[in-house]
């Protein structure tokens, strides 16, 4: 994003790309090294892009440790959301442009789980590239929280996971699909011809493998336990279902994973087992609330909106 305009005012003459430079200095943890690379500049432009505007202002907008940036001041606090607005406004200027341009043409930022990118959006993908051939798609995995910072910043596109989403308020969220947890064993297990599990007893005394805090419904499985007063046995954690799957397989004990991650053609060895006492679960698609998005972005939506009809 190029951006070379002069706000002038009586007392101060502000650079859009000074500002820029404080919101990706910002977004990125306040490392300046990260930032220059993201705008495509020199780490010295950008401290020369800072001193001059907290030379206009008359005042510091970072807080510093020697010769290191680690947060905004008072007055860059007060800043940095009429600073986020207006680049906001920016990229909906030039989302409108592109799409007047070339509405077929361009790139897509999703950040989501490895669970909705390896097991759910193959289909969405697949369909999607079969519609817009020229629109590079860039997939970033990360964890809810991560995912939900990067759509919120303007890092990402479109962002779709359970956990975070709704927890930001500039965030505008669409249901994506409903899914529950489902228990893996492996076949000879003496649990292995049940045709459903209803009732938490049942796992109690049983080693489990399941997802990492914070990652494909967790907090939920830890809930229900809490509620229960069970103090389950957790032998391993893992951030993905094809990882748990493989040391249930070894034998370290049941599995809990999302239903959509169990694919029988590839675990010939194992055996899922419905069960719905980790309650239900909502996948969210969520865009930023205050701009507006490429028409290829809607049609993304759109394709996925399909997939659950």
């Known amino acids: 994003m190029a951006v070379n305009i002069v706000i002038n005012q009586r007392h101060l003459q502000i650079q859009l790309k000074q500002l820029e430079t404080v919101w990706q200095t910002v977004i990125n943890n306040y490392n300046l090294s990260q930032s220059a690379k993201v705008l495509h500049t020199s780490q010295s432009s950008l401290s020369k892009h800072i001193a001059s505007l907290e030379n206009q202002l008359r005042a510091d907008v970072f807080v510093r ?18 600073i986020e607005k207006i680049f906001v406004e920016i990229r909906t200027i030039e989302n409108l442009t592109l799409d007047f341009q070339n509405p077929t043409k361009g790139e897509l930022s999703v950040a989501t789980t490895h669970t909705q990118a390896r097991y759910v959006l193959p289909w969405v993908i697949k369909r999607f590239k079969q519609k817009f051939p020229n629109v590079r798609l860039v997939l970033n995995q990360a964890d809810p929280e991560s995912i939900a910072n990067m759509v919120a910043q303007g890092q990402a596109d479109i962002g779709i996971a359970t956990e975070s989403l709704l ?69 391993l954690t893992a951030l993905d279902a094809d990882v748990i799957s493989t040391y249930v397989g070894l034998g370290m004990g049941i599995g809990t994973i999302a239903q959509m991650a169990f694919e029988g053609e590839h675990y010939r060895n194992l055996v899922k087992i419905p069960t719905e006492i980790f309650g239900k679960h909502v996948s969210w698609i969520a865009v930023r609330a205050d701009g507006e998005v490429r028409s290829f972005t809607k049609a993304f939506i759109a394709i996925c909106q399909e997939q659950f009809g």
Do not use: M
Not at 65 to 82: A, C, M, W, Y
């Open 167 to 235: 927890a930001k308020d500039n965030l505008h969220c669409i249901r994506y699909y409903d899914w529950y947890h489902h228990i893996i064993v492996p076949v000879g297990h003496e649990l292995a011809n049940l045709q459903l599990i209803d009732d938490l007893s049942v796992i109690k005394d049983y080693p489990i493998v399941t997802y990492h805090g914070g990652f494909t419904g967790r907090g939920a499985i830890d809930k229900v336990f809490a509620q229960s007063k069970i103090e389950p046995n957790i032998v």
């Open 65 to 82: 440790q020697g010769k290191r940036l680690v947060g905004l001041t008072p007055i860059g606090k007060q800043l940095l959301p009429h």
